[in-house]
C-alpha cells in the first residue's frame, strides 16, 4: 500500500513511443505528461495503450498555442498567448481555448498545461515571453480566464502557470534558479493578479514556478515553500484545487537540493503533483523517499488528497464542435488580429518585393518561412532565406539580391536568448541600400529596440506559427489592416 501511495503525488515522463510498463508498475504513478518525442508516429494509440494499463491514469500535455505545443503533428498550430492578447478579445481567447482543449481530448489526453498566467513586465525574460498575454495584469487575468474556460467547455481540464509568476525574472528556471526581488505590495499588484482572479474563479489547477521571491519566502523558491504554496495559495488566496509543480529536474530544483529531498520538500510545501523527468533512476529516487517519508514526514492522509485531486482532473464530457476547416479558420484570425503594426502604409506591392525568410530553430516544430509563403500570399514577390543567424555570406548575398528590388521585406525574431548578431548586420546591410525597408518581427514584438534607425515599417506577429507568416504577408498585401495593440510593456 506504501508504494502505490508515494505514486499518488507522481507524474512520470518516458523517452520514445514505447511505454515504459515495468517503471508504470512500480511506481503506480497518478500520471503522465507526454512530450512531443512521445506524439510523432502513433499518438492516439500510445495514449489508449497508456488508458488500457490505468483507466484512472491521468494524462498531461502542453497545449499552449505558439512555441509550447506538445502535440503537434496533424494537428492546426495555434498563435501563441501574446497574439491573444493583442486582440484583446475574451471570446476569441475563449474560442482558441477550447479548440487547443479538443485538440487535447481528440488525442484522449485529461490535462492542458495551460493557461500562462505570467505577466511578462521584463522584457529580457528569457523563456516566457509571447507565452504570455502581456504585461498589463487585467489583461492577463481577463484573457487568461477566458481561454481557461474554453479549456474546459472541451472537457479537458486547464492548468494556470507558473504560481507566483515568471514574468519578471531575467534567469531561465530550467538552468537556474531565478530571484524577484519586489515588495509583496509589488507582487499583489502585479504577479499575483492573475492568480488571484483565478483562485477566485474555482479553476481546478495551478502549477508553481521554481522561482525564489524573498517578499514571501526568503529560504525556499516557490516550489518548496510552505508559506507560499499553503499559507499564500491554499490560506489566503483560497485556490481549492491541485497545486502541480513544474518540472522537478529543471536546474532550479535538482541542481540545488536533489531528485528525492525536492520531491519530499514539494510535498511538504502543499504540492499535489510533482512533474518528474524521462530519467528512471531519478522516478524511482523520488518514489523511494517518498515511500520512506509516508506515515512519518508526509501524513498518508495527504497521499489520499493528492490522489483525489488527480482523479478529479480526469477528462470530463465536453463540447469540441470544430471540424479541421473550422480549427484552421479560427487559427487565422487568431493570427491576424494579433498583428501589430507600429508604422509604415499598407499595403505594399508584390512585384519588385524582395522578402528575407529566416530559417528558425525547429526545436519547437518546423514552420515556413516569410520566404516561403511570398510568392503566394504577397503576390509577385520573390523570396531569399537565411539562417537564423545569418553569416557574413549570407549577409552579402542577401544584399546582392536586393540590388534589383524596388523594397526589401526582412524577417526578425528573438524569443529565447538575444537578438542574433547575424539579424542586426542583416538590418544595417539592407537599410544603407536606402530602399523602403519593412521589418516583421516574428517573435518577442519588440525587435525595433535592436535596430538602428527607422525602418520604413513595422509589424509584429506574436509568434512563428504558418498562420502568423500568412498574416504577415496577407497585412502587407491589404487583405485586412492589422488592429493590434501593443501589450508587451515599455514603448514600443
Known sequence: MAAAQAGNFMVVSFRGEAVPYELLKKVRPAGVILYPSNLRQDPQGLVRRLKAFDPNLLLLVDQEGGPFTSYREGVVRFPAAMALGAAGDPVLAERVGQALGCQVRRLGADVNLAPVLDVNVNP?????????????????????????????????????????????????????????????????????????????????????????????????????SRPILTGLLRQRLGFQGAILTDDMAMGAIKRRFGAGEAALKAVQAGADLLLLEPDEKAILEVHDRLTRALGKEIPKERAQAAKHRALSLLAKKGECPFTQSEEEALALEAARRGVVRLFGDLPIRGPGTLVVGLRLSDRYGAEPTLADLAGRFLPGSRGLNLGEDPSEGEVAQAVAAAQGAERIVLTTFHWLGGFREGQKALYRALAALGKPLYVVALGNPDDLRFLPGRPAGYLATHGYRAVQVRAALEALAGVFTPTGRWVFGGEP
Open 124 to 224: 529580457e525574460n528569457p523563456i516566457i515571453g509571447i507565452r504570455s498575454f502581456g504585461a498589463d495584469p487585467e489583461l492577463v487575468a481577463q484573457m487568461g480566464l477566458a481561454f481557461a474556460k474554453g479549456v474546459l467547455r472541451s472537457g479537458a481540464t486547464p492548468v494556470g502557470k507558473h504560481f507566483p509568476g515568471h514574468g519578471d525574472t531575467a534567469t531561465d528556471s530550467h538552468l537556474d534558479l531565478p530571484r524577484v526581488d519586489k515588495p509583496l505590495e509589488a507582487l499583489e499588484r502585479v504577479e499575483l493578479y492573475p492568480f488571484r482572479r483565478y483562485a477566485e474563479a474555482g479553476m481546478p489547477a495551478l502549477m508553481s514556478a521554481h522561482i525564489l521571491f524573498p517578499a514571501l519566502d526568503p529560504k525556499l523558491p516557490a516550489t518548496l
